[in-house]
């Protein structure tokens, strides 16, 4: 595979505190020659959402993930089933898409988080959820006046009321910090990723996907009207392909893919619970998932058993000193953040990689000049929601069928190509320096 960071990007990753929630699901290696309708490349949540939709349609169903089930950012992430998934300012949506395209991207933010929802409730998935909507957070008094002018367009959007609190009422609304004031918008919530991971994986199963693990794709041919994938140890034969391999993908598998996305690290930590004393302390009581307004943002929550976990955008190398680093300013950025709990300890700390597309845009289709071989890639760090709602569409459009919930012109158009080639993360670098000094 010709993949873009080193080797460690790409390890087992021992800290994530999630892991420890659920017994992972035991999927076998493939050691045979299988043939079936759709076979799936990845084991994350759209991978997996696709093949529950498209086994529940009655189609053959082959999951191929070529490490543990979940082993991606589906099961490192921070749990936040958001809006989001674009990195497209509205205007230029509105340039690219017209102004109904850009209220499509909209609706399907909004429906992507109504299909997790409806997963978690129709599978009986007990993924200890919570918040009411989203917390935005003003990281200076300019950010506060531009959440002002942004409450005013969040009913057009969305079709929602967005509620404002000034600065003076953070305290008594739980939120404590170095906040200048903050935007609630009462969509989405909050859970436990891997919890969600294991549900959908049980409702594949149970519909008939035949889910296998430590099965890496290292081929994919094709061989008249089907589309032939080669692992170690068997082959697996399909009239349809979905590869949903997100920021673990290979610039090789296929070549199409070369330089067409941009895997970004981010880091999380989390804490021991914290005592009802030690939130007052900071003041932050709130259950609420929240960001702050930065472009190199930090986004936090207080889970239900009092844990706190705290990310941030990752480094540019997956070096181990570039880890201590990140590990470091992970550290250093939560304590400046939530003083009053510089002392309680950090229980875990995990990295994992999010997807950045040169659009701007995830895709979800077809792939150009490939029969029968579809993608679904690229939520820009937003893939809890985005990705299962990708998963759902790519089951509809595999069978040829027109998708249930909306479908974008900004999901269709094929993802365009990075400059630099397998160079293109050090575009990032200076990327990075611009955010920072536009972030004071
Ligand atoms: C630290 C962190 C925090 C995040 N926080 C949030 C958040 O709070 N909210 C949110 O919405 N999103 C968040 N995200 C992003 C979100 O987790 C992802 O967008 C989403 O999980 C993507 O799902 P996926 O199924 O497309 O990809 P992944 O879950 O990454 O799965 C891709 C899978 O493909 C497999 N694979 C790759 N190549 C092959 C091959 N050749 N053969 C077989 N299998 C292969 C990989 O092993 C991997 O398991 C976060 C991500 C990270 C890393």
């Known amino acids: 595979?010709?993949?873009?960071?080193?080797?460690?990007?790409?390890?087992?990753?021992?800290?994530?505190?999630?892991?420890?929630?659920?017994?992972?699901?035991?999927?076998?290696?493939?050691?045979?020659?299988?043939?079936?309708?759709?076979?799936?490349?990845?084991?994350?949540?759209?991978?997996?959402?696709?093949?529950?939709?498209?086994?529940?349609?009655?189609?053959?169903?082959?999951?191929?993930?070529?490490?543990?089930?979940?082993?991606?950012?589906?099961?490192?992430?921070?749990?936040?089933?958001?809006?989001?998934?674009?990195?497209?300012?509205?205007?230029?949506?509105?340039?690219?898409?017209?102004?109904?395209?850009?209220?499509?991207?909209?609706?399907?933010?909004?429906?992507?988080?109504?299909?997790?929802?409806?997963?978690?409730?129709?599978?009986?998935?007990?993924?200890?959820?919570?918040?009411?909507?989203?917390?935005?957070?003003?990281?200076?008094?300019?950010?506060?006046?531009?959440?002002?002018?942004?409450?005013?367009?969040?009913?057009?959007?969305?079709?929602?009321?967005?509620?404002?609190?000034?600065?003076?009422?953070?305290?008594?609304?739980?939120?404590?910090?170095?906040?200048?004031?903050?935007?609630?918008?009462?969509?989405?919530?909050?859970?436990?990723?891997?919890?969600?991971?294991?549900?959908?994986?049980a409702a594949a199963g149970a519909a008939g996907v035949a889910l296998y693990a430590h099965t890496p794709v290292t081929r994919i041919d094709r061989q008249g009207a089907t589309t032939r994938l080669c692992t170690p140890d068997g082959t697996v034969t399909a009239d349809r392909v979905i590869l949903a391999t997100n920021g673990y993908s290979s610039d090789d598998l296929p070549p199409w893919l070369r330089a067409r996305y941009l895997p970004v690290q981010s880091s999380v930590l989390m804490t021991r619970p914290l005592t009802a004393a030690e939130q007052e302390a900071q003041g932050w009581t709130s259950a609420q998932m929240a960001y702050d307004t930065r472009t190199l943002l930090h986004y936090f929550r207080k889970l239900p058993d009092g844990r706190f976990l705290f990310g941030i955008r990752g480094g540019l190398t997956a070096t181990p000193r570039a880890q201590s680093a990140i590990n470091r300013k992970i550290r250093a950025d939560f304590h400046t953040m939530f003083p009053a709990w510089r002392e309680?300890?950090?229980?875990?700390?995990?990295?994992?990689?999010?997807?950045?597309?040169?659009?701007?845009?995830?895709?979800?289709?077809p792939v150009p000049g490939h029969p029968g071989l579809f993608g679904g890639l690229g939520y820009h760090g937003n893939g809890v929601a985005m990705g299962s709602h990708t998963g759902a569409l790519l089951a509809a459009l595999v069978q040829g069928k027109t998708p249930d919930g909306p479908y974008p012109p900004a999901m269709q158009a094929p993802p365009a190509r990075f400059p630099l080639g397998r160079f293109r993360r050090s575009l990032l670098a200076p990327a990075y320096a611009a955010a920072a000094l536009l972030d004071r």
């Open 1 to 201: 595979m010709k993949r873009i960071y080193e080797p460690a990007a790409y390890a087992a990753e021992p800290g994530v505190y999630w892991h420890g929630t659920v017994t992972s699901p035991d999927w076998p290696r493939l050691s045979h020659d299988l043939r079936t309708d759709v076979a799936v490349i990845g084991g994350g949540f759209t991978g997996l959402v696709a093949a529950l939709r498209l086994a529940q349609d009655g189609v053959g169903v082959v999951l191929l993930e070529a490490e543990t089930p979940g082993f991606g950012a589906s099961t490192r992430n921070g749990g936040f089933c958001c809006l989001g998934g674009s990195k497209a300012p509205h205007g230029l949506l509105r340039r690219r898409f017209g102004e109904d395209g850009a209220a499509a991207w909209y609706a399907t933010e909004k429906a992507a988080v109504a299909t997790v929802a409806a997963l978690l409730q129709d599978h009986r998935i007990d993924a200890d959820t919570h918040s009411e909507g989203e917390t935005l957070l003003a990281h200076t008094p300019r950010a506060m006046a531009a959440l002002r002018a942004e409450a005013r367009t969040v009913p057009e959007l969305y079709g929602v009321d967005p509620t404002l609190i000034e600065a003076g009422d953070m305290r008594a609304h739980g939120l404590g910090g170095p906040f200048h004031g903050a935007l609630t918008t009462p969509i989405g919530f909050a859970l436990n990723p891997a919890k969600y991971h294991a549900g959908l994986a």
């Open 344 to 365: 309680v300890e950090v229980t875990h700390q995990w990295s994992g990689l999010v997807c950045l597309m040169a659009n701007l845009t995830p895709f979800a289709g």
